[in-house]
């Protein structure tokens, strides 16, 4: 079988875990062996970067932030990503390059193409088959996590709502750009029909059913 590498994007509290969950299930159930991952933290080296850029305290500077997500990455790829999509299994990851492009090549103003440049190195080039976008409004997707949390935010959910307004402008435009990479689907619909739109995606994909 041929692997495949899918990743979601999208703002905080749009909903990613659940739908990569469901959608694991539905692809085992379908046959497909299934990696489930994300950034940062998808390897012990990884968890310990995912503590510091989300969870240190005082001040981290956003060209420092870049450069830790980046090189979690590298190694991510190398050790995680790349070999499964070799065995052939369907990797589903939680955030990846598009995220760095949004949340510090935009919203950290370090610019676009130059954080780009500098994943696309980290990650070898290594590009996704599809990239489900979650869109969702910001007051809402924060009144998920708040209330998923107890109002509990990390460093960037911590982040303005301007900020993350910026954020989830730079999905959809980067979404518009790639409209062949990118699905994007309205996560304020039910999760149930969020879902069918992925799996209808997916399902063209790697050439399985969709029901």
Known sequence: MTGRFITLEGGDGVGKTTQAAMLETWLTEHGRAVVRTREPGGTDLGLRIREIVLHERGHVSPRAEALLYAADRAHH????????????????????????????GVGRSLGAEQIRSVSDWAADDLTPDLTILLDLDVTVGRARVAAARGY????????????????????????????????????????????????????????????
């Open 77 to 104: 790829v190398e050790t995680v990503v790349r070999p499964a999509v070799a065995r052939g299994d369907v990797v589903l990851q939680d955030r990846y390059i598009d995220s760095s492009v949004a949340y510090q």
């Open 152 to 211: 509990t935010f990390d460093r960037l959910e911590s982040e303005a709502a301007a900020f993350h307004e910026t954020v989830r402008q730079a999905f959809l435009e980067m979404a518009r750009v790639e409209p062949d990479r990118f699905l994007v689907v309205d996560a304020a619909a039910p999760a149930e029909d969020v879902q069918r739109s992925i799996r209808t995606a997916v399902a063209r994909l790697i050439g399985i059913a969709a029901a």
